[in-house]
């Protein structure tokens, strides 16, 4: 229980200038909380936000599609034309020599975007522009003029031609924009032929400066081959060298000296095999070699015969058989006429063999000696061959550059007679029928969707942007305070008065989970003193102040309803209808009296309050007094409401909006517990959080916020709570009823 200055004893969940954010925790003051104007940003809230302003959304779309069409009606048509041309991968020829085509030139990535750039050069398009006197056209008489109009044109082609190699293949486009169709097609198909001439001219130049670097290099190497050969004669004069040339003219060529030693070393390897060979025949002849006598050779061919013939018999006949005795002795008389020739043979070759040998050893010493000598002479000249040889390198070295630099020179003569076309037009350009810009459908298709982007963007920025409340998220992340719940509007005009009377309405059942969470608001539960108020009128405080109560008072609770709002006053009469005829009869005839009266000490407070049923009380404002700040400042308020709580459960006061008056902050900090209602969609956040810090700057505490006056069809999950009450409570009805639009006369 905490009392406040005026004495009244309450359940205040809050100390003054405390705050909870929707979980109740403790959290600072609005004005010195954290968090701008932004909502949060999810994907629930840019569709709620969108479908706000489709009609702004639709309004941008429309222009888009007229600004699509003027831009259709003002733009100039362009024309498109297009010619293809080739780089062939085999150059041809337009004129051959000695009936051989020229090699194809490489064709590779590199030499493609070589082409496309060559393509793109200045020097081209001032070729096309004096060729198709783009120049002249333009006109001008003053000074300069002509390279002027030059310069614009070459200037204006690079803007109107487009260079495409197409991919993977050896074509160009050449894309020419022009306002004039045939000048488009025209200025294609020039740059396709002046790029062909240019590429024959570059090639003739080319070979050209070609011929007379390779003329200069000729002549130079021509005098540095004499230079060389004429030292290379003197030094070998001098050293008396002879060189002479290889058999076969592929080697090089080798001295006299040189030639000789290897002629010798030759004939005496040669004479030293012979030399060997009758030594060798000299040693067999003295170790019995056989003869080589006819007659003797005739005795052994026949001597094995009849070997051969005994010994394949003797598997048949013994030793003894006459035929083999026959046989033996045959062959013992061949061998002793064959044992005598050889003696006879052997005694004649051996005195051949001895002078064959002789002869062969004397000629061998003979050319050892003579090889001496050459290879002594031989020697001599190898030292002094190091410079010869070194003259011998440059002269061979003069004589190749000197022969690759007439082949080369040869081969140009030959080219500059013939001419490679790399360049053939494929496809020339023809004279477009049709423009390619403007497109209308095109264009009305980008202010469509441009249109649409534009609206969908402003739509969402002042979505975001914007500082209303409009929903649980708000309340509780803009505010910083505990979320009570949203109150709809009334079916079709239908007062909250009349719409409470009927438990199955959207209202009823927002009033009873309002009520419902207020029980929960303190640790005492429901506040026994609970005062209501807004920012400024009409945004639905009375309403809700009323609907609380009927609620309480439908639960069983005695519960009086204080219209505290002296300047404005709200409970002056009901509407006519089921249920509240009887209270109009008593706000009738009570004359007036109200809360304005007890203050003042003109009534008595069962004189002013009036039974709108058993359990509900109402104490109207009474007339409206010239000083309600004073009134509801002093003690006889305080007391009033600490009196009227001995005879009800609870007290509902309807307080003024803040304003910038001082009625509600004083009315908060006496009652202790106020639930501030604020309007769906109207109120801003920065300005309900300074009317809720004024209120706790004077010692109130704000236990939540209600949010009144709620468009469902504009609320959903994204905005904190989905109240659709789309259930129908209607017998025999299956269609469910419509949502609460309208508040009837109770609105503040």
């Known amino acids: ?177 022009s306002a004039d169709p045939e000048q488009a097609a025209q200025v294609a198909n020039a740059y ?175 050319l050892e000696a003579q090889l001496d000598s050459l290879t002594s002479s031989a020697l001599t000249e190898r030292g002094e061959s190091i410079q010869y040889n070194i003259l011998k390198r440059d002269v061979d070295t003069n004589a190749a550059r000197y022969d690759a630099l007439l082949e080369r020179f040869k081969e140009i003569g030959a080219a500059g007679t013939e001419v490679q076309n790399l360049i053939n037009v494929v496809d020339p350009a023809a004279v477009p029928r049709s423009p390619v810009r403007p497109n209308m459908v095109i264009n009305l298709l980008l202010g469509l969707i441009a249109g649409l982007a534009i609206g969908i963007v402003v739509a969402v920025l002042s979505g975001l942007l914007s500082t209303k409340i409009r929903g649980q998220r708000d309340v509780e992340q803009l505010l910083q305070q505990k979320f009570i719940g949203g109150i709809p509007f009334g079916e079709d005009g239908e007062s909250v008065a009349i719409a409470l009377n009927d438990p199955k309405t959207p209202i009823y059942e927002s009033f009873v989970s309002v009520a419902n969470r207020l029980r929960f608001s303190t ?51 009901f509407e006519r209808g089921e249920g509240v005829d009887a209270v109009q009869d008593q706000v009738s005839s009570n004359q007036g009296r109200g809360l304005t009266d007890v203050l003042v000490g003109e009534a008595q407070p069962s004189e002013a309050i009036v039974s709108i049923n058993d359990r509900l009380h109402l104490l109207p404002s009474g007339q409206v007094p010239p000083n309600p700040a004073e009134l509801l400042s002093s ?40 639930l501030f209602v604020v309007q769906f969609n109207r109120a801003t956040s920065s300005g309900v959080r300074s009317a809720i810090q004024r209120i706790q700057d004077n010692n109130g505490s704000i236990i939540g916020v209600v949010l009144a006056q709620t468009k469902p069809e504009e609320t959903d999950e994204a905005y904190g709570y989905g109240y659709s009450y789309a259930y129908s409570y209607g017998q025999g009805s299956s269609e469910p009823r419509g949502l609460a639009k309208v508040f009837g006369s109770l609105k503040r």
């Open 1 to 177: 229980m905490v009392v406040n200055n005026n004495g009244i004893g309450e359940n205040v969940p809050f100390r003054a200038g405390q705050l909870t954010t929707g979980n109740g925790a403790a959290a600072d003051a609005p004005g010195h909380a954290a968090g701008g104007g932004f909502s949060s940003l999810s994907l629930p809230v840019l569709l709620v936000t969108i479908r706000r302003q489709k009609w702004t959304i639709a309004a941008l779309a429309v222009l888009g599609l007229l600004a699509g069409l003027l831009i259709t009606a003002l733009t100039t048509p362009v024309y498109e034309a297009t010619a293809r041309i080739e780089v062939n991968p085999e150059a041809q020829a337009l004129a051959e020599v000695d009936s051989q085509s020229p090699q194809g030139a490489s064709i590779d990535g590199t030499y493609l975007q070589t082409q496309e750039e060559l393509l793109r050069t200045r020097t081209l398009r001032e070729r096309v522009a004096r060729e198709l006197r783009l120049d002249a056209a333009r006109g001008g008489d003053e000074a300069g003029a002509p390279r002027q109009r030059l310069e614009m044109a070459v200037t204006e082609l690079e803007r109107a031609v487009t260079i495409n190699n197409l991919p993977d293949t050896r074509l160009f486009e050449i894309v020419v924009e």
């Open 192 to 366: 396709a032929s002046e790029f062909i001439e240019l590429n024959i001219e570059w090639q003739l130049e080319t070979d050209a400066y070609a011929r007379d670097v390779l003329a200069k290099q000729i002549a130079e190497t021509r005098s540095n081959l004499e230079d060389s050969e004429r030292a290379l004669v003197t030094y070998a004069r001098n050293r008396e060298i002879i060189t002479l040339a290889s058999p076969d003219q592929s080697g090089e060529g080798e001295s006299l000296a040189t030639r000789s030693l290897a002629e010798v070393n030759g004939a005496l390897i040669e004479a030293r095999a012979r030399r060997i060979a009758a030594q060798e025949q000299l040693r067999f002849a003295t170790n019995n070699t056989p003869s080589t006598n006819a007659g003797s050779a005739a005795l052994t061919t026949q001597l094995a015969q009849l070997r051969a013939e005994y010994q394949q018999k003797r598997d048949l006949f013994k030793p003894d058989y006459p035929e083999m005795q026959a046989l033996q002795q045959q062959i013992a008389s061949l061998e002793s006429s064959l044992q005598n020739i050889r003696n006879q043979d052997r005694s004649q070759s051996r005195d051949a063999l001895q002078s064959a040998y002789n002869a062969a050893l004397g000629e061998e010493r003979q």
């Open 523 to 573: 640790s005492q539960g429901f506040p026994k003193l609970l005062s209501l108020t807004s920012t400024v009128p009409n945004e639905g405080k009375s309403s809700t102040a009323y609907g609380i109560a009927h609620i309480l008072a439908r639960q069983g609770r005695r519960v009086l309803l204080i219209d505290a709002d002296l300047r404005m006053p709200t409970f002056l009469g």
């Open 635 to 674: 003690d006889r308020f305080a007391n009033l409401l600490s009196e009227e709580l001995e005879s009800y459960d609870n007290i509902i006061v309807d307080a003024p909006p803040v304003l910038g008056l001082a009625d509600a902050p004083i009315v908060a900090s006496v009652v202790g517990a106020t």
